[in-house]
Nanobody, 128 residues
Framework: VQLQAFGGGLVQAGDSLRLSCAASDRTFSRYGMGWFRQAPGKEREFVAAITWSAGSTYYADSVKGRFTISRANAKNTVYLQMNSLKPEDTAVYYC??????????????????????WGQGTQVTVSS
């Protein structure tokens, strides 16, 4: 399985960006997906997740109300719509696929160990 994230760039505070992550395999619809990010000098952190059915979405407190995760199974793609961007959102953003099919993780959706495939990352830089 290959995941390719794209859509990053350099924007100003208050702007919007939409990240996309395309999966190479046809079983995409069976798996939950997540977005994580890593800022310079910091550990990678959870941003958002969506279940395989798209019935539930989860967000880090720092992005709640500004970011929206969605998926288009027909396109094998998960999206992260980022609005009202702040300089502290600057990071490399990674998409990841859940390690198990049809999993609904009520408590561990933010844990990296629940994800077995990772994209290469896309840089988002927000200037003040």
């Amino acid at each position: 399985v290959q995941l390719q994230a794209f859509g990053g760039g350099l924007v100003q505070a208050g702007d919007s960006l939409r990240l996309s992550c395309a999966a190479s395999d046809r079983t995409f619809s069976r798996y939950g997906m997540g977005w994580f990010r890593q800022a310079p000098g910091k550990e990678r952190e959870f941003v958002a997740a969506i279940t395989w059915s798209a019935g539930s979405t989860y967000y880090a407190d720092s992005v709640k109300g500004r970011f929206t995760i969605s998926r288009a199974n027909a396109k094998n793609t998960v999206y992260l719509q980022m609005n009202s961007l702040k300089p502290e959102d600057t990071a490399v953003y990674y998409c990841a696929r859940d390690r198990a099919e049809f999993a609904d993780r009520l408590r561990t959706y933010s844990a990296e160990y629940e994800y077995s495939f990772w994209g290469q990352g896309t840089q988002v830089t927000v200037s003040s």
